[in-house]
């Protein structure tokens, strides 16, 4: 027997395993495992082949030679015509935090336009920049403090920094006005008042003099013209100076006076009372100004009505008042004045009428009395019906409550005050007991205030917790129960449990359950849900986000289980996992129902080798049926036994040529397997020869 050739051909559709998850070029048919962006996915080679659409034909470096195979256009073997426009999540991260968003599917380029935000600090701009889930939470204030302008005035006021969300940092605080006189710094130039104010800070204009708003013109009766006199010591006011009067009026002591209205003006000496002669005369106790009527005076010999010319001294005549006093002429004729009439209950005041020709007449003041409720100042103290005797039997009012007959009663003090037919007399103003409400006040007079809702000394009902009218029932959207925590120094309402589909949030919120439940994710806080946990949960080691179902968990209880259906309960994570969790049926999260009957790739190895088939999901059981041979030693059986790419490579020999018989007998075949698998045959048949 010779050996020939063995050639052996084998027919696969092209592009078969283009795009397919591998680990090693045999599983790619032809093509070779290529790492992509999302791992390694096979290619196929194009040196004679022209590439399918959405694949390009690039040169490759692998295995240190360069080779030409067909890769997707958009670089991803996840994202292509089957699947245009999907949107899956995307997250940008950095140190500063995580933000979330979505990115779609665009065959022509791949996994693009992923809306997650930058993660950035925190500024003032009504965004979330770090995506921490608070706007705006502890910017950074800018340097320094800020100030406050206004259009025309050089001031600047100072303010204080305060985020205003999507406008900014605000400056809070006055803007800079006009300087008025009001002893403040209008303009915040550093200066208050400077505009009405001299060089050593007086207020010297004649608006404003010695003070804001103290203005000089029309201050002075009769007065023709008024300075603001600013004296030469710096310690001394500026002050409001007649410098001329009004015709028929002379300056007097910086007034305008009459040319007569010295007589009887108050005097300390001769000095005050202004013309030549004029004196300081003694009466009532004190001085009171004459005028000069003899022979030759300046204002004549004759003294107006009610006053006559006495002779004072050795040839000194002056005008005193007929009734003797200043305090009673004719000038003030009929004019009263206080008098009072005293004893041991007090003083009574009254009335004095001028005569101007005799002087002063009786006091019409009454005599004093003990105090009584009759609304007359009897000891005339000045106050009316005060710390008059009051009864003796005590004011107070009853009331029997029907709920307890518990009888209860309100005191007060006796009131002396206005009662009917506008009389005065003694008012008993007790208030009358009634039921306890929540209002701050003892309703029912027992020393207690609000006592029927308070516990501990607290209020603490849910219609008046922490305080009357304080009430919990409704406070919280979708709280099914509330409570007053008593536990607080002061009660507060606090949510205890939430409606269904809602978990507590807080003591006061209840938000929805988010569907995140199996769910692809980088960290717990993703899983939003306290409890729920960020957890390894697929053959791949990829994490998703998985429900807390201990017996602390916050998810509701559905109908005696808190996983919903397709899952259950597991101590411990198929993949690496702790804690009590909502597991798949199949045990994974890229197995569920709406997966159901999907295929994927799976491998079966051993020490022979590895061979790839499919496997379909099964919800209930997960990844089940797969198709791949079990590898073995390879034999002669036309078969490639150990799925390492090569078909009876131990016998080389196999399909090469081969012959049988001599001579005319001869016949040419090719040697094949021999049909136990250990060795090779030659397929001719030797033919036979023919009698001579």
């Known amino acids: 027997m010779s050996v020939g050739a063995d050639v052996v051909s084998v027919c696969v559709p092209e592009g078969a395993n283009l795009c397919k998850p591998c680990r090693v070029d045999t599983q790619c048919g032809g093509g070779i495992c290529h790492e992509l962006a999302e791992g390694q996915f096979c290619t196929r080679d194009c040196d004679a082949i022209d590439c399918s659409a959405g694949y390009e034909c690039q040169e490759i470096t692998h295995g240190g030679q360069m080779t030409k195979q067909c890769v997707p256009v958009n670089g991803t073997c996840s994202c292509g015509p089957a699947n245009a426009g999907v949107e899956r999540a995307c997250v940008r991260e950095s140190a500063l935090g995580t933000c979330q968003g979505f990115e779609h599917c665009e065959p022509a380029t791949g996994w693009v336009g992923c809306t997650a935000r930058e993660p950035s600090v925190e500024i003032c701009d009504g965004i979330d920049n770090d995506c921490n889930g608070v706007a705006d939470d502890s910017p950074v204030m800018p340097q320094g403090t800020c100030y406050n302008e206004a259009v025309g005035i050089e001031g600047q006021c100072p303010g204080q920094w305060s985020c205003g969300g999507e406008a900014g940092w605000l400056c809070i605080g006055p803007a800079p006005a006009v300087e008025e006189c009001n002893y403040r710094d209008d303009d915040c130039d550093g200066g208050t008042d400077e505009d009405f104010r001299d060089a050593s800070g007086r207020y010297a204009t004649l608006a404003h003099c010695g003070q804001c708003n103290n203005g000089c013109e029309g201050r002075i009766p009769f007065a023709q013209a008024v300075i603001c006199e600013v004296p030469q ?346 804690g009590s969790h909502c597991v798949p049926m199949s045990g994974t999260c890229d197995c569920l129902a709406a997966d159901a009957g999907r295929p994927r790739l799976c491998i079966i190895e051993n020490g022979f080798g590895r061979c790839q088939g499919t496997e379909t999901c099964d919800p209930a059981a997960g990844w089940v049926g797969c198709n791949a041979a079990v590898p073995a030693p390879e034999v002669c059986n036309d078969i490639d036994d150990n799925c390492n790419g090569q078909v009876d490579e131990p016998y080389p020999a196999k399909g090469t040529v081969c012959y049988e018989g001599l001579g005319a007998c001869r016949a040419e075949g090719v040697l094949v397997c021999n049909g136990a698998g250990d060795g090779l045959v030659c397929s001719a048949v030797a033919g036979t020869g023919e009698p001579e």
């Open 233 to 578: 010591a710096t310690v001394e006011a500026p002050y409001c100076r007649v410098t001329a009067c009004q015709e028929g009026w002379v300056l007097f002591n910086n007034a305008c006076v009459p040319p007569l209205s010295n007589l009887c003006l108050p005097c300390d000496s001769d000095a005050d009372c202004g013309y030549g002669n004029d004196r300081c005369l003694p009466m009532d106790g004190a001085g009171y100004c004459g005028r000069d009527c003899a022979a030759g005076a300046p204002q004549g010999t004759e003294c107006p009505g009610g006053f006559t010319c006495t002779q004072v001294g050795a040839g000194d005549f002056q005008c005193m008042p007929q009734s003797g006093t200043c305090q009673c002429t004719l000038a003030n004729n009929g004019m009263k004045r206080p008098c009072e009439n005293a004893n041991e209950f007090g003083a009574c005041i009254g009335t004095q009428t001028c005569n101007g020709l005799v002087g002063w007449e009786a006091c019409t003041a009454v005599t004093p009395e003990a105090e009584a409720c009759d609304g007359i100042d009897n000891d005339c103290n000045g106050l009316i019906d005060d710390n008059p005797r009051v009864p003796d039997e005590p004011c107070a009012r009853t009331w029997t409550d029907p709920r307890t007959s518990v009888e209860y009663t309100c005191l007060a003090p006796w009131r002396c005050g206005p009662v009917a037919g506008g009389t005065r007399d003694w008012i008993c103003d007790a208030a009358t007991p009634e039921a306890e409400t929540c209002n701050g006040l003892d309703d029912n007079c027992d020393g207690l205030v609000d006592e029927d809702f308070k516990v501990d000394g607290k209020y603490g009902t849910l219609e008046h917790c922490g305080a009357c009218g304080v009430s919990c029932v409704g406070l919280v959207e979708h709280a099914d129960e509330m409570r007053c925590n008593l536990d607080l120094t002061k009660p507060a309402c606090e949510v205890v449990t939430c409606a269904p589909g809602y978990w507590r949030a807080s003591s006061l919120s209840c938000l929805e359950f988010p569907e995140t439940l199996c769910q692809q994710c980088s960290s717990d806080r993703a899983c939003q849900v306290p409890g729920d946990h960020c957890e390894p949960a697929d053959s791949l080691g990829r994490t998703y986000c998985l429900w807390d179902c201990s017996a602390d968990s916050l998810h509701p209880d559905l109908g005696g289980a808190i996983c919903p259906e397709g899952y259950e309960c597991r101590d411990q994570e198929p993949f690496g996992g702790t």
